[in-house]
């Protein structure tokens, strides 16, 4: 079974979109997540990445994120619940904890863990949905004249981590499969097996990169392909929201308090800039082609690569 | 059936540890009132003075924040600016807030200071480049006598200063115990001379970043010093002296002493709140105080 997470080629705009414009619009809604506090806002970004996810048909990897980034957040309002004890507004008194004194849990500190759990939700789909939509290849091209053993780490990461993942899955299948009357299968025996088959994975990998000349430098990328005629979109939405962001931190967009009481600003500037940056999620929104229009049009040089099964069989059946 | 019923048993016995320790929802009951200061330059410029009912749950800092607008540092621990007046750097010195509670420097964070109601909590922006450390101040009178914590502890040889002593601290409420009681707040009356022997007292010999008492003898006069430690002014030889400091970070030892008798006296006779609020320390001379450090810089 593929990992969520995993790339997935459609015929959509993100994906159809040069890395750099997809890279620029996605991590325009990270940056928004990690320049603002208030929550509004960030509901925004929230709201941007997983409409930008479904509208580029990673429905899953939004699913699967969005239920981590929950998890995530929980984790943190706990943690930060318990461990920062600053606030006016008491909600229980826990006494004396050992290593972290005396705990109150105050009101604050529950929403300032939920602002930062929130960001952190934030982030987590938006990686999810560059994951699953940005082809890990496409960016090693556009990174390798600049930091080859970056990029292809990175790439490597990328693509083995839902190999590690599928494996874990394939494994848990397993174990489930060899009946009820069978012990069960604990965590640490399949980590290490999965251990084991990773670092087999990573040696082959490491002799077909040797093999393939990988260790010499960078040859210049020949066969560069065009931009994608999406690229200025994201570009122009990922600037758009990074100056919107910018101008709106500059007039207090950001009016969020959490201590010593909690004060969330809604001013025109918050609300405005919230809109925005929700909005920006529409970006990947797929205009229907024109009837018109025939189909060797549809998106220039990538047509060939991405096409859908069922584009091929509407061309097969007009033929 | 029986993991529930485990679960169950698990929960109760957990909410029964809770209560047990003192936890509950909400901030809790009133645990009475507390005098919440704030100043600055030493106590001379007064920005705040309100009583206030505490909760269970109030620390210094939730009390603090509750009536000003304070900015925080270091997660929350550290005051940074009350009512927009930060710490900083004026002409090369050093200003920063500090606090008392019960006229006694906190050994910990304002965050972690947890009130029991009744206390007089003291907070003063201050230069501190002599010295962060002043140990106790004789301005929250009368405490640190009065929470009935500690026995208190009268050491005197003059007769009609001792008696002035005595009755300023049964007419606080305070009983003075007899004998030397240990871990007892001490009071030392007496002239200079008779008082120097005493360790504690020694230290104002010492100087400020040593006692906290920005004051000196010499000879048969008292000086006074000025926020940078320096002296700025010898008073009359019949000026008093009401200080408190501490020794090794132990209980405060107040020292009502000066050059003569009479001195002694005088400072005897000055240990009301008239005299005392709000100051660090006091030099008395005919019946007026003289808050100390003096302004000299």
Redesign the interface.
Known sequence: MKSPFAYQPRPRPLQLASPGAAVAYLGAIVAVAFLYSSPVVLFAAGAAAVLAGRLAGADRAVRVALRMGVALALLIVVVNALV?????????????WPLL??V?VTFEAIVAGLSGGLRAAVTLVAAAVYSSCVDPDRVLRVLRPLAGRSALTATLVSRMVPVAAADASRLRDASRLRGPGAAPVGKAPLARRLLAGSLDRAVDVAATLELRGYSLDAPRARNRRARSRYDRRFYAVAALVLVAAIAGKALGADDFQT??SVEIGLGPATLALAALVALSGLAPLRRRPRRSQPASHVDGPQRGLYRSKSSRRQEVARV | MTGRRGTAVATALLLAALAAAGCGLGPGADVGDVRLTVTREFGAVPVLDRSLAAKESDTVMRLLEGEADVETRYGGGYVHSIDGVAEEQRDGDPYDWFFYVDGVESPIGAAEYELDGGERVWWDYRDWSTTNHVPAVVGSWPAPFADEQHPVAVECDLKPACGAVRQALEGEGVDVASGEPEKAIRVLVGTWDQLRGDPAARLIEEGPAESGVYADFDGSELVGLDEGGAPARSFAPDTGLVAATSRYGGLPVWVVTGATPAAVRGAAEALDTEHLRDHYAVAVENGKSTPLPLEGR
């Open positions: 920062v004890s600053r606030g006016e507004t008491v909600l229980a008194r826990l006494g004396e004194g005396q109150d201590y010593p």
